[in-house]
């Protein structure tokens, strides 16, 4: 998935500057939040309400910050919700509930404070109680949070959440109404990045007792975002307009966003060619090959660079993909650069490991393409099961065009390069999401974005076969405890060793296949303004507005 912390070559992509990957700002870049005064731009000169027409490719399935593990969950959060830490209109990260922090000098403990004017959207003040209580409710194993394990850096976090520790013990404590502090388990430098991640998100305590299906209906959801959720037609519609409450109101121009679930790409690309959406392509939805083909001829490709890969994963509790030959053999016989080339068209780079490049961590890759040694891995994986042919597998995907493609190439391809034939299949997105987290697949097509800019984000969702995001089973001690030991080495060339190693077991087992790094396609609209890509993918929408 998903957020917002890299600066450069990721910098933040605005619809006012109009620029891809970026290490210089634009001349004409807007002042950050706390620089602008408010009303200058973006009220049309009418007084009529200002409307942004969106679109999402599936249904967003929760509004829990604590739940969500998804982009279109996030994104619809962060249009309700706040955490302590926020972008600005660069992407760069400021403070957001939080007004300001301190940290020691050895990066084990953080303390913020918090914003006396920041409210719920029922008008409730937004405490440092309520960071507690959600973390402390994420972290608990009853909450079955897929990302958790994104709080473990907090001391007795995994702990708590193993059954090992107590609520009581874990290091987040509300020191009063307006103080959070952290005590980490190890020196964390990049831990206020963390802050900025859903996970991080308060919640309203008094809701989430009364409710349990709280984040399921527009009705009875409270958030402390910029925005408030009117309306949601489950699978059709939302609705979220400009809240009453929020302490940076001044700075939201928008008076409402209206978004509608569209699952073909096409047509969706076709409503805002009409004018009936504001945006067309990324982070709204995806665009396909040939409408890619066509917009680049046209000059109007815009390409985020927002770290992530997407790979072919495979189930390795199901046979044959127990077997780590016949996953080698899978992975090297795809022609990664032909399906760059012939359907992506965006020039992204091939992926030879799961870290995307620019974390720095091995930008050579693990292996290359050898059909040959495919073939053999292939051959010697069946003989260790006792196969005579090939078993039935099933290539499962995501909606979309792009997907699509990617499915019948890599069909055609292991037919001729391995001899194999497969089936594929696909499904809505919440369905498709679901079947993955609870391995209801053979094998399929994943897409993991940065939640914050450190190779570990890439590595230690594989770290626990039951772990949050572990949707390839993927159980390796040695890979474990290499990762484990990163947590508490404070040397930066060991700690980045340590990864390189566990990242070389994780492509020498192969439980996933690479196949090229990301790179978000989007059409131009110069009518919208300071829409915020964040530099590790995803919408934000505090800032946006749109010019007749």
């Known amino acids: 998935m998903k957020k917002w912390l890299r600066v450069a070559c990721s910098t933040a992509l605005l619809a006012s500057l109009m620029i891809g990957c970026t290490t210089k700002p634009a001349e004409n870049a807007q002042p950050a939040a706390s620089q602008q005064p408010a009303g200058e731009t973006g009220k049309p000169a009418s007084g009529e ?49 939080a007004e300001s922090f301190t940290n020691s000098p050895d990066f084990t403990h953080f303390t913020f404070t918090l914003r006396k004017d920041a409210k719920w959207s029922n008008g409730d003040p937004v405490t440092a109680h309520d960071f507690e209580y959600a973390i402390k409710r994420n972290l608990d194993p009853k909450t079955a949070s897929g990302y958790a394990y994104q709080l473990f850096y907090i001391k007795g976090g995994e702990e708590f959440f193993n059954g090992t520790g107590k609520a009581e ?265 679901d079947d993955v987290q609870n391995g209801k697949y053979d094998f399929g097509i994943w897409l993991w974005g940065a939640d914050f800019n450190d190779p570990i984000n890439f590595l230690e969702m594989y770290k626990d076969k039951e772990g949050g995001n572990n949707v390839v089973r993927f159980d390796n001690k040695e890979y474990r405890d290499l990762l484990n030991k990163s947590y508490y080495e404070t040397d930066a060339a060991k700690r980045k060793q340590l990864m390189f190693d566990a990242e070389k077991i994780l492509m020498e087992e192969m439980p996933l296949a690479p196949l090229h790094f990301r790179g978000n396609a989007y059409v131009k609209n110069d009518k919208v303004k300071d829409f915020v890509i964040f530099p590790l993918g995803g919408s934000y929408f505090k800032y946006a507005y749109v010019e007749k």
């Open 169 to 433: 013990d874990v290091g987040v404590k509300a020191k009063d109404d307006y103080t959070l502090d952290f005590t980490l388990r190890s020196p964390t430098p990049f831990f206020r990045e963390l802050t900025s991640f859903t996970t991080y998100y308060p919640l309203h305590k008094k809701t989430l007792e009364s409710n349990p299906k709280w984040a399921s209906d527009a009705s009875t959801i409270v958030g402390n975002g910029p925005f408030v959720i009117d309306q949601w037609e489950h699978k059709a519609k939302l609705a979220f307009s400009k809240s009453p409450t929020y302490w940076d109101q001044a700075n939201v121009k928008l008076d409402r966003i209206e978004i509608v679930v569209i699952e073909d790409n096409n047509t969706a690309l076709s409503m805002f060619e009409n004018g009936d959406l504001d945006w067309g392509g990324y982070p709204s939805f995806g665009l396909s090959p040939d409408a890619i083909g066509q917009i680049k001829e046209q000059g109007k490709l815009v390409v985020a660079d927002n770290p992530g890969t997407k790979a072919v994963i495979f189930n390795t509790q199901k046979p044959p993909f127990t077997n780590k030959k016949i996953r080698q053999a899978f992975s090297y016989s795809i022609e990664r650069q032909q399906l760059i080339d012939n359907i992506l068209q965006t020039g992204v780079p091939p992926a030879y490991g799961w870290v995307p490049t620019s974390m720095g961590l091995n930008p050579d890759g693990y292996f290359k393409e050898d059909i040959d040694k495919a073939r053999q891995l292939l051959a010697e994986g069946m003989k260790e099961l006792g196969l005579s042919e090939f078993p039935k597998v099933t290539y499962y995907y995501d909606t979309g065009e792009t997907d699509k493609k990617i499915a019948q190439a890599l069909q055609d391809e292991w037919k001729k390069t391995l001899g194999v034939n497969i089936e594929i299949r696909t499904a809505e997105w919440k369905v498709f999401n």
């Open 49 to 97: 309400p200002m409307v942004l027409h969106w679109s999402i490719t599936g249904e967003p399935p929760t509004m829990d910050p604590g739940i969500a593990t998804d982009a279109s969950s996030m994104d619809m959060i962060n249009l309700a919700f706040e955490g302590l830490t926020i972008v600005d209109r660069q992407g760069q990260m400021i403070n957001g509930t």
